[in-house]
């Protein structure tokens, strides 16, 4: 595993007591942890015998850090997307790459058909060390994203939409065939993969890792 | 018939001999003639028999108009495209519009990977009664355009790009799943479906039908 | 924002929460107000706060009208479907299109396999400045209506069906190759996005928008 | 095998030996002959040496009759379609109906699109014992002659169109959705299978099979 | 419609009141009535107001007769399907193809998988008019039937299956790319459909209709 | 590298040069030679230097043995399949299995749609120890063969078809769907993997491989 | 039926008295019984009248045997997966594998993401006489297996997955595309087939079928 | 543009005038160039007149660097594949890397079934900054690479395969599903793109850009 990061759980599908019983085994190794994809309902169960961990609930996180961890000062990493129906996605992301250590900067009202929005948060979003662009519907936005930054722009396409969206393969494909360059993509509603590999990006842009 | 439209012949899969038997009949009644996906080599030898027609290269059309028409002087329809690749659907629909009678002004350099030579042009397009977005690999281009306009936008997808682009699915599937409203659909390839539709509304809003 | 437009907000995902705080901010600026996709249990919670919304039940929409506009006197929009399977997509049609300030006849009981209900209506259905035709199953109603009217139509597909239907894509393929000139296409069960470019449309025809 | 039924080659990849081959086993059988789907240059070979058969070229079917049957006097099965680009297609089902010993009647210029010459012929087409309709494109034709005739109706979709036709996928998945009663479907271009399916039940209605 | 026909309802979808709407209309013209997806428990709803109507749960049918037809003496349709999990589509065609006034014979125990069952009822079976064959997984018996009757076989493929079946698809496919001629296909699940093209067929056999 | 067994090449794509300089490799080994997909224009090339190579023309297949060997006399492999349009596969397969050492009996016209032609052979195919069914269109012969004995049935689909064959996902998804127990599948086409499977077996079966 | 074969029940989509019948019929021959997919809840009421067997949770069936076979006393099937998202598909192979009487060893942490585990186990896999691995997500573990052995490889793909994965499609398609030989492939879900073909080859290559 | 990059033209479907004529303009500012996808043909022609370039022909790409740049000393990007069929996409990711000013090497043998190759290069290829993992058929590499490496992976499927492959789309599918962390994908053959996003990340890993 890789040196410093904490332990990840899918908690989707896993039953409160395979989790707890996770979080025992990893707990005696004083880990940090990071647990996606758990409800509300079952959350709050498992905060009850480790109310240490904190949740959250957009992003459907549980999550431990052993220590606050003050590092990657200069850079950041840019989480954008369009309104509240991708929030969900974006907050997956955006708390992955605060428990994995990076610096964060949400932009969460820049969509592709209200463009001056995103162009009045250009400029700060050049700062970034890597951007997770994250949208659904017709998932224009890595595309826009993409010609107006020049670092690496991870796309996370969602299932959000509905009829010809199919389940969100309309924002994949969009983002597979963006005609801007820089960009790569992960699964739909794959907020945690899009921000493991930014997370990645901004470390090697820290010079913590080669 | 549509009053003062062009006899629209479909040329695909259609032989020389076939054509010229049409435009005989057609030309027998002195009515305007508009010819679609006709290569340049049947074009050239229907040009033989038929020196009055105009053949459009990159269009793909051949045309005739019985006098120069005069109308439609205040209205236009803005064609957009983002560069070369898209262009022959592009000017199909452009010729489309014209032969049908309606003012035309292309903006054929204008992607989303590059969003501020299209924000250069946004004043004069939000002039236009509609505008045609032609667009391939991902289509997100009518997304930008129709929140940047108030008028009906018709988008084409078309079939280029390669991979994942499935010979124009994805910039089909992007389309209808604008987030911009104001935007309707045609078929991957279809300038001049685009066409049409914007030139009945363009006629709507010169007031010359109900 | 388009001049004169409501403000439209899609309920569909959004909690009776976030409906009424987006409501108060809007009242606010005494603008009008349509809330589509809003189930008749939302519905009722948010008429106990904001008595003033009309619910449109079959519809699924929330509206409101700061004052009762008297425009469009002499053109309307035509919405055409075949009978109750896809009344809600067509009636999301007609209460937004009223909303939005067009004039509305409704067309519901003209399939494709009865052909001669609809030819019946085919000469009022021609005064329309243009048409919105909902139909899920084949889908096959607009390329009917194209060939009847010389206006443009917006064909709307739904996921009404089942089996090869695959949620509508049936209906969505069949419109985008209509043989008729003049249809284009929004996504599936987009009854909103249908009236929305029909009405952009009939404004022009009023002379109202450029 | 049937009684009474020539002997049915399919000619799609069999060489010019191949099928001489057969055919001079089926002929020392004193049989009848069908082959469909050969074309025009392999046609003019086979004829060299089987100079007795006949090929019809828009149907690319070769054909032998031992001796022109006279029967079928009273009914006949109705080709329909909409135009020159299904006519292969069409005709591949005309010649296999009239070889298989059926009386057949063409209308082969009535689309959707312009629904009044379909009407013009619909009392005529609902003479005949079975209907084989041929389309392409959006294959909205089977629906509406559907409703205008009350014996079963054989739907044929064909690959004619092109983009989100997708090689004839879009007239297929129409066809099996139809909303009128007593459409059946066989495969795209099937043309040969669709009039077998036809001469099955006019024979039937002939009284000649139980 | 038809003649002697019953009235045919649709009930998926439809409410309780809607369907007894419906039902009073139909009662006063003394016509018999059809009504096809309807759930056990609206069934009960309905048959307290309308106890004259007979449920057939498998087929999850109501149905009235006005009179017992004693027609189609000699002739019947056979409805053959592979084993239990088929059974409701199955019997969804063999109580419409009776209430539609055919007589049914059912062969419901012969899969592809077991051949010898299917060949002991061969004989049999070739004595139909008309086939209607249930299949659902990969649905092969329509191509064995194919090859052992020389009468109509009506494909249904349905639903039922799991993983790669895709909702039926497979099914579609195979029956639409079947080897046997004669063999035409209906929309997956729909038994209503099949029977109803199967009686059309009958009905000509017994010489009722031209 | 499994002892005994000829290298593979996969010629597809591999130009004469790359294909004799990897057979001059092998050469030096004494090892023998198994290449699939040559053409027969290639093959001619390549066997002027290398003369000692058996070409298999409906296979496309060179094949080289070093000595012939003289094992698995009592067991064989079945390879079974419709007829002349999956020859080139259903060689494959069988050459394939015979350079690989295994015993092969050929059954090659014993498609669904005559079942009585599979009936006959189905004593001696039950006295195999694996069959490879090879079968495009439908794809339905594997769960008829499957149904019919009780050694492993590996099933090949082909690409040949038309239409909604879909390049052989019909017969794939009838395979992968198949109803009778003891049926696995390769890839579309690929005859050489099935016989791979079948000769695996067919050496547990004599003994020589734990 | 297979010799010394158990009944195999598909409890999927069965009731508890559709079960419980045919396990009556069953029991008065004094068969061994498997039966797959049986939730927790239905097993419990039938375990209450038939207390003698066996019920597996994780793999969801229900199962007895006779007298407990020893036989097969060398050589064994190795079932291979990942992790606990495919634990339920393992078990119903593991399960079905030992009820048909073969030899089972598990091998369940063994992923291609942390390849080490696998080649840390390679050795004793490779003793095995058939190999069924079952994998989701990406299901990619097939193919490296492949390479690691020389016996066959059955392999199922599961629909464990989220977005892209298309319910266990993208497992599927790797599989049926591995570039290792020796493997091929069943259902999407289907350990109960994967086992079957194991056990067919386990018992051949026990000597005790031909 | 991103500053010291150079210039990037798609060759494909440019002609070779448009090619010179966009060179011309290039070579004036003194730019670096890169033109993709140029045939061996087009790029004789081109060379004649531009004799300075270089072609790659295994890459199909034309380049120039205006002079040779000596940076990037310590860091270098991974271009790994299994074998010779993806060599040209590799090759076109390779060059694109080094003109673009990043250390490469290839590792160009190391396919999953054969995993040991791929182990004994893995130390080397874990001192990398980036990896691009091009793969086609099954594309399950990315997944191994991924378990073995902690810099990000960029994975290209590619297009190479037959049958169930449908032309990349399930070496696409493999890698979006893929259950390592730290690996996102583009479009199917893009060599281009993979390279471009690792070049991204390796100049941020020299700290040559924030
Ligand atoms: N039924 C609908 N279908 C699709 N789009 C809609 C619908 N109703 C509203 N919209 C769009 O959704 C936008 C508002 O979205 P939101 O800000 O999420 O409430 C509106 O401006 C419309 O463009
Ligand atoms: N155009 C066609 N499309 C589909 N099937 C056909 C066609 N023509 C002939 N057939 C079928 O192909 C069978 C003959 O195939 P074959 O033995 O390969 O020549 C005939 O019995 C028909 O069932
Ligand atoms: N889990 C399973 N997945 C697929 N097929 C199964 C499964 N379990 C049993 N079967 C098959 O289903 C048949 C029994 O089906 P049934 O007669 O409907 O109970 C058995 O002979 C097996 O071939
Ligand atoms: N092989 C390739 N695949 C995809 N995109 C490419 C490729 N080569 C170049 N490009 C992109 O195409 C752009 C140039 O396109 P164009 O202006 O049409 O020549 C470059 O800036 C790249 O982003
Ligand atoms: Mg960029
Ligand atoms: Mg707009
Ligand atoms: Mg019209
Ligand atoms: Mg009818
Ligand atoms: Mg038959
Ligand atoms: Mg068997
Ligand atoms: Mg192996
Ligand atoms: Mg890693």
Redesign the pocket.
Known sequence: KRQGFPEVIYGEGKTIEQITAILRAIKAKQNDVLITRVSQDKAEVILESHPELTYHDIAQILSWKAKEKKENKEGFIAIICA???DLRIAEEAAITAEVLGSNVRRFYDVGV?GIHRLLDQAQMIQEATASVVVAGMEGALPSVVGGLVSHPVIAVPTSVG?GANFQGLSALLTMLNSCASGISVVNIDNGFGGAYNAVLIDRLAQGKEK
């Open positions: 309104g509240t129906s058909a509905y």
